[in-house]
């Protein structure tokens, strides 16, 4: 029993793709499910299956007054024998563990005819980057199927975004053993360059396959970026873009293959396996008018009476309307419903909207029918069938998606949440637009961060709707647009109520405060406090804290700050478990308390933020944790610890290319050194911000002329004009530099070399 459960659960996707997660680290439910955008019930029910049968294991760790269960794989490899009367399945850590592609992402190609020279064509290892085109229905996608079986497969659709596309990126090139775009990405990083790079560094370490199907449907001019970056500089991976139209990308030494139909001995072997007994002279006419072409063959196929007239007027609706009419009312209701669709959607939520309970008989008897396509565990009807199934519409297109809304929203993840937005918005339904915005500020938050485009997207297709605006404010706010988003919160903030309202008194404080104009940040803030007073509603109430505390540390009140934090800890902590917040609450009290010069405590509470930072597998928050430990033990001269600390955080910060705080972790590792006498190593951090501030300009980068001068002066060599460069670097920034050299006389005294700050 156990050799057919594990058989049966290692077929499935999203099992094999926790598997492939897990072999870069250790995680717990709740990240797996940020990831692989699951529901964490979902992915806790499946973790827990995996962990009976042997597969992976799960132990309990204590972070902070929490008991936390984390997972790792238990083995590296799963071995199926086939011995006399019996299966064996072995597992082994010596092994090669190797994730199979998952199966919904790849076409099945079943029953395949001709195409012999574009198969050697495009089995020429010697090929980098390959473009097939041709018109709809020609048989672009099951001939890449069938020679690239074993790539990453992604379907554009026209909602997609560039965020979107390189988040599944990072999870496959994860599973391939290449985690660093995936640790860039969860850490925060947003620089197109960066991601461009690492996608190039990604598919040229593991030698990935990509393939790229429907790009005549891509809007996102990123995404055409990125694909002809790696397409003019890859060397060991494989690009497959298929599309209708010859794609302008301006690749050079790309192979073009324009598709046409199949020929004629071909076009007659499908006609046959479908079993239509033509002879080859009368099927001649046939081919002519079709041109072999596939789907126009399979239609005929299914149309043919023998010696009925085929007329050649608008050959192909022809064909189509010959099958509709002989269908059954289930049948039609089955393309109509499908037709209302613009993505391929999955047996579950056909179920859901197909409002009879024989979805799988009329399912079957359309896919043999040649009408209806499955692409792994999707069924879509193709875009031609689409487009003469919508000339004549005979469902309630409203009533419909309404339901397919229901079933996305019942999914819990935020791609399922996109598009039920955007479905919402194509029905122009206010009311339930208005529900899923409160579920973002409610569920999916990170949308903000990670799916901005995505969401800007289906935003600005409602641009005057009180609440889009508000959340465009969101995204404009995150990206650092602070009077974009301020002037679209004050124009929309007397048309919200409820949550919604309370939502954009405290973006409207927050922006103020980023703006530095306290006094109207006050205003709102007293605005939000009413809200918050007259609610039982948690989150608002959290808000309001949030607030209140960088209110009152730009105040210069840190007794108040600190109050109102260990509020907000409060307040999570009665909430659906939220641990990156509880975490960056936790190092936010403890750079209260080191700012009061209370760097004991402000350890403890770093501490326990790591804590929880590595039982909920949040890197980006381990390694913040990291640097807010360096300079904490460095406050006290612990220079040892710092270094130590600060070493993980530069490790990890150039890894994912999150420049800002790698220079930040240097300076207090770079310090560090000097106190500890080893200028050496400090020579080396210090020309490493200086490189960073080259590229980056960041101001603290340049700090690092003077850390390089003085470990100089340590090591007996004049550092006098190295301490000069600094200064002038750093001259439109007084404070910076002031504060620099308050840090720097923590670990040296300038009489040890003469008065090297001297004018």
């Known amino acids: 029993m156990k050799v057919t459960s594990i058989i049966r659960t290692l077929s499935n996707e999203t099992n094999l793709q926790i598997l492939s997660i897990l072999r870069s680290g250790t995680f717990n439910p709740r990240e797996l499910a940020r990831i692989l ?73 079943e029953n395949f005819f001709g195409r012999e020279d574009e198969i050697r064509l495009l089995s020429s290892p010697e090929k980098r980057v390959i473009v097939i085109y041709g018109i709809a229905g020609i048989g672009k996608t099951a001939l890449a199927a069938r020679v690239f079986g074993d790539a990453f497969w992604y379907q554009v659709n026209e909602a997609d975004s560039f965020d979107y596309f390189i988040w599944q990126i990072g999870l496959f090139l994860n599973s391939a053993g290449y985690s660093t775009l ?40 990123k995404i055409l970026r990125l694909l002809a970056f790696i397409a003019g500089r890859m060397e060991h991976g494989l690009l497959v873009i298929l599309s209708r139209e010859k794609p302008r990308l301006g690749i050079v030494d790309a192979t073009y293959i324009r598709l046409k139909g199949l020929d004629l001995k071909s076009a007659y072997s499908l006609i046959k396996s479908r079993g239509v007994k033509i002879d080859l002279t ?77 979805a799988f008989v009329v399912l079957y008897s359309l896919l043999n029918k040649g009408l209806v396509e499955k692409r792994g565990e999707l069924y879509f009807l193709h875009d031609l069938l689409r487009n003469i199934v919508k000339e004549t519409p005979e469902v309630d ?63 600005l297709q409602l641009e005057n709707d009180p609440y889009a605006r508000k959340e465009l404010g969101h995204i404009y706010f995150q990206r650092g647009f ?13 048309r919200l109520e409820g949550i919604h309202r309370a939502d954009v008194m405290s973006s409207l404080a927050d922006v103020y405060m980023e703006l530095e104009n306290f006094e109207e940040a006050e205003k709102y803030l007293r605005e939000l406090e009413k809200i918050a007073d007259e609610s039982e509603d948690l989150e608002i109430k959290l808000w309001y804290h949030v607030e209140l505390t960088k209110f009152k540390y730009y105040m210069d009140d840190p007794e108040g700050a600190l109050e109102s934090a260990f509020k907000e800890l409060e307040i999570i902590r009665r909430m659906e478990p939220y641990p990156e917040l509880e975490s960056l609450v936790l190092l936010h009290i403890g750079d209260i308390y080191l700012g009061m010069e209370k760097p004991e405590e402000s350890l403890k509470y770093y501490h326990h933020a790591l804590e929880i930072a590595r039982a909920y597998s949040l890197p980006f928050m381990e390694h913040l944790a990291h640097g807010e430990l360096s300079t904490a033990h460095f406050t006290v001269g612990d220079y040892k610890q710092a270094v130590e600390h600060a070493g993980k955080a530069v490790e990890y910060y150039l890894r994912v290319r999150n420049y800002r705080r790698a220079v930040d972790a240097l300076a207090y590792r770079c310090l560090s050194y000097i106190g500890l006498n080893l200028p050496d190593r400090g020579e080396k951090d210090a020309e490493e911000m200086i490189k960073i501030a080259q590229s980056t300009d960041y101001p603290l980068g340049w700090a690092g002329y003077i850390f390089l001068g003085v470990a100089k002066s340590l090591k007996g060599e004049d550092g006098v004009e190295y301490l000069r460069r600094g200064k002038e670097k750093l001259k439109k920034h007084p404070w910076l530099y002031d504060a620099v050299l308050k840090e720097l006389a923590r670990v040296y005294k300038a009489a040890e070399a003469g008065d090297l700050f001297a004018e």
Not at 290 to 295: D, E, I, R, V
Not at 482 to 494: G, Q
């Open 37 to 109: 955008q699951k529901d964490e019930s979902d992915i806790s029910r499946r973790l827990r299956l995996l962990e009976r049968l042997g597969i992976v294991e799960g132990r309990w760790i204590r972070a902070g007054n929490k008991n936390i269960k984390v997972y790792s794989l238990k083995v590296e490899e799963v071995r199926i024998s086939f011995e006399p009367g019996e299966v064996v399945i072995q597992t082994s850590r010596n092994g090669r563990y190797e994730v199979p592609i998952p199966e919904s992402k790849i076409p099945k190609v």
């Open 397 to 459: 297109e409203r009533e419909y998606c309404s339901r397919y809304i229901d079933y996305l929203i019942e999914k819990r993840n935020i791609k399922d949440f996109l598009r039920a937005l955007r479905y919402a918005v194509r029905l122009k339904d206010r009311d339930k637009f208005r529900g899923l915005i409160e579920l973002r500020l409610r569920r999916f938050k990170r949308i903000i961060q990670d799916f901005p485009d995505a969401y800007m997207k289906v935003l």
């Open 182 to 221: 995936l640790e860039y990405l969860r850490g925060g990083g947003r620089e197109e360059r960066d991601i461009l790079e690492l996608v190039l560094d990604g598919i040229e370490s593991t030698g990935m396959k990509l393939v790229v199907d429907d790009l005549h449907k891509c809007t996102d001019e």
């Open 482 to 494: 602070f009077e974009k988003a301020l002037r679209l919160w004050l124009e929309v903030e007397d």
């Open 282 to 358: 009368d099927f001649v006419d046939i081919y002519q008018l079709t041109m072999g072409h596939p789907l126009a063959l399979n239609l005929f196929a299914e149309a043919y009476i023998e010696k009925n007239e085929i007329r050649p007027e608008k050959f192909f609706d022809f064909l189509f309307w010959e099958v509709y009419q002989a269908l059954n009312r289930d049948e039609r209701l089955m393309l109509q419903l499908l037709g209302l669709f613009d993505e391929p959607v999955e047996y579950g939520a056909i179920k859901h909207v197909y409002p009879k309970k024989n």
